[in-house]
Every structure is written in C-alpha cells, then in structure tokens.
T-cell receptor
C-alpha cells in the first residue's frame, strides 16, 4: 500500500532554534500534502495544506512565518518550525492523498515528536 | 466545521460491542475513519462516500446515512487490539481535499 514517511520521528531542540521535519510519499506522487499538529489527548488539528510548486495554504490562527512549509517536489514536503518555543512542543504529522479524487485514501506519516527545551 | 463525535470515551470488556458516532451540521462529501494508538500515527480503517452506504471488514464496519450528515463505526465482539482513540475525518466537498477530524473517541477494552 501507499506509504508516507516522516523524518525525524523525534527531535529535541533548544528554544529559539529552528527545526525541519520532512514528509515523503514513498511510492506515489502527492501534489498535495497536509500538516497536522496534535497535542496530548487532543485531536489532530490541520495546520496547513502543502501544494507542490506553490505556496502553502494555512488554516486560521496558524502563523505562516513561524511554520514554514515547502513542497518542492511531488514526493517531498517540509515543515520548518522557526524560533521554536516550548509551547511548540507537540506531535507533528503529515498526510498525503493518493489519486486525483478526494474519495481516495489519505495516508499518514509516522509523525514527529518535537520537544523544545 | 469540526465534526462531532460521541461518545468521548468507552470502556468495554473483551467481546462486547461498541458504536461510535460522527455528526456534521451539513452534508458531507466523504467520511474517513482512523484508529490511533498512543504515541503512534493514525491508521486508516475505511472511507465512506455514498449516502446509505455500509461497509466493513472483519468485525469493524461503518455506515453513512442517506443525508450524508452522520456516520457510525461499529465494533463487534471487540478484541483487546481494538483499544485506541478513534477519529472520524470529514471532507466537505468534492475536490476540497481537506480532512477535518472530530475530537476523537477513546476506546478501552479490558480482558
């Protein structure tokens, strides 16, 4: 089946530094990928839609200058958390959809645990 | 916009049945069901597209009502491995692609 891979699976960084998380579709091309954030015991909240070759579309309340998204190829999207603070510590997870119809399956990456100290 | 799931939590004994509901105030294009274990990514269970549709595999099935505003996930003769948090994700219109999740239902299966 379709596989979406994320890297790193976990990262610890110092406050004020930037962290990049990669999301790759391994056996299919994804023109669109999605980035979610999940705090403990809460639901997955959509942060932004990553579009290959164009700017990402951010959800209301998500700072585009803080969460930089780049979708340079059909198999790779990156999320960079800039000037990270402890409150940015969370589980970040990406997803990608196979096929051209919104009825097709959406697969998730393994997720990345970010801890900012 | 966020679909409403109920109940928020369920505790069962192994072998018992459970129903998890997902409701929207407006008609949806599709509903996706996922199960997430603690510390892991969500795992896809199934997708429903058509009003009145019912589908499933093994002892996990789901339905989508005719108005396409409510979906239910049915877990029969639950197994310990069914424990986790279940999320419904909804797509509002065809081509929109965005998947918005409900708040989740935590299912605990005890021996």
């Amino acid at each position: 089946g379709a596989v979406v891979s994320q890297h790193p699976s976990w990262v610890i960084c110092k406050s004020g530094t930037s962290v990049k998380i990669e999301c790759r579709s391994l056996d299919f091309q994804a023109t669109t990928m999605f980035w979610y954030r999940q705090f403990p015991k809460q639901s997955l909240m959509l942060m932004a839609t990553s579009n290959e070759g164009s700017k990402a579309t951010y959800e209301q309340g998500v700072e585009k200058d803080k969460f930089l998204i780049n979708h340079a190829s059909l198999t790779l999207s990156t999320l960079t958390v800039t000037s990270a603070h402890p409150e940015d510590s969370s589980f970040y997870i990406c997803s990608a959809r196979t096929g051209s119809s919104s009825g097709n399956t959406i697969y998730f990456g393994e997720g990345s645990w970010l801890t900012v100290v | 916009q966020q679909p409403v799931q109920s109940p928020q939590a369920v505790i069962l004994r192994e072998g018992e049945d459970a129903v998890i509901n997902c409701s929207s105030s407006k008609a949806l294009y599709s509903v996706h069901w996922y199960r997430q274990k603690h510390g892991e990514a969500p795992v896809f269970l199934m997708i429903l597209l058509k009003g009145g549709e019912q589908k499933g595999h093994d002892k996990i099935s789901a339905s989508f009502n005719e108005k396409k505003q409510q979906s239910s996930l049915y877990l029969t003769a639950s197994q310990l491995s069914y424990s986790g948090t279940y999320f419904c994700g909804t797509v509002k219109i065809q081509g929109a692609q965005k998947l918005v999740f409900g708040q989740g239902t935590r299912l605990t299966i005890n021996p």
